[in-house]
């Protein structure tokens, strides 16, 4: 696994911002050990430098849904093949891709194209412009698979970063600190991923990191407005905060997946 990998991993899950240069300095290293301090009986501490990026790498794979094996910080066949399934989409969708359009309109107007054009706007899925933009949170989130995490910024597609910064920077203006944090608007669910749509064989939105997820054990996939916490009208100025912004709320399109939202249009 090339150090690129492992920063690549680590931007994925939000832990790292650094370059993406093969250098393990001290972000990556930094980064590194957030993901393995998530594993107590793992011995990595002891471990050379190399073996333990390795093992983050691992950890992040994990935390991908793909499967590593063992957190041992050794390239075995498990971890080799969770790598290429994680780092081979984006080799299938380059065959597809489609050059043009789309950049120059970006984020000035505030249009964002259909789902079914999003190659076409915002370029190959899991490339390098999915993970080119950074959006600095105006307050700590947390992970939501790992809530004593926190993060302040984190990855997405370097077109839709200035419009998410400002979505959440809007959003705590709104509610302010307190409200917005106890309205677990601050729980992060993700960004990019390069994944396929829950329970579909078309790519994810997430894999273009143009889609963010909050809370999602409150906002479950399946979950309509009875049971999903962010349908109801505390939210409403949150909702409307991200369509103001030229994105898409699934809840209050479609009455699912509340959790979600996303620059493209259905
Ligand atoms: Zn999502």
């Known amino acids: 696994m090339d150090v690129r990998d492992i920063q690549r991993l680590l931007a994925a899950v939000g832990l790292y911002r650094g370059a993406i240069d093969g250098d393990p300095g001290p972000l990556t290293m930094a980064a590194a050990a957030v993901i393995l301090g998530r594993h107590d009986a793992v011995?990595?501490?002891a471990w050379p430098k190399s073996r333990q990026l390795i093992a983050a790498g691992q950890a992040v794979l994990l935390v991908l849904g793909h499967e590593?094996?063992?957190?041992?910080?050794?390239m075995g066949p498990n971890t080799r093949e969770a790598l290429t399934e994680?780092?081979?989409g984006p080799l299938k969708a380059a065959v597809e891709r489609i050059v043009g359009a789309g950049y120059s309109v970006a984020d000035a107007q505030g249009t964002y194209p259909r789902q079914e054009s999003v190659a076409t706007f915002y370029g190959t899925a899991g490339g390098p412009d999915c993970t080119g933009g950074i959006v600095e949170l105006p307050i700590p989130f947390r992970l939501a698979w790992d809530l004593n995490t926190s993060i302040t910024s984190f990855r997405c597609h370097k077109?839709?970063?200035a419009p998410m910064t400002r979505i959440f920077r809007e959003?705590?203006?709104h509610y302010g600190a307190d409200q917005f944090e106890s309205l677990r608007l601050n729980i992060f669910g993700g960004c990019y991923n390069y994944r396929n749509m829950r329970g579909g064989s078309s790519l994810s939105m997430h894999a273009w990191g143009i889609a963010v997820d909050?809370?999602?054990e409150r906002n479950q996939l399946r979950w309509g407005r009875d049971r999903a916490s962010f349908a109801v009208g505390h939210y409403d100025a949150f909702w409307n905060i991200v369509e103001a912004a030229g994105a898409t709320s699934l809840g209050r399109a479609c009455n699912r997946d509340w959790m979600h939202f996303q620059f493209a249009r259905l």
């Open 171 to 173: 959003a705590v203006s």
């Open 68 to 74: 590593p094996g063992k957190i041992d910080g050794l």
């Open 86 to 88: 994680w780092a081979s």
């Open 43 to 45: 011995p990595w501490k």
């Open 159 to 161: 077109l839709v970063a």
């Open 214 to 216: 909050l809370d999602p």
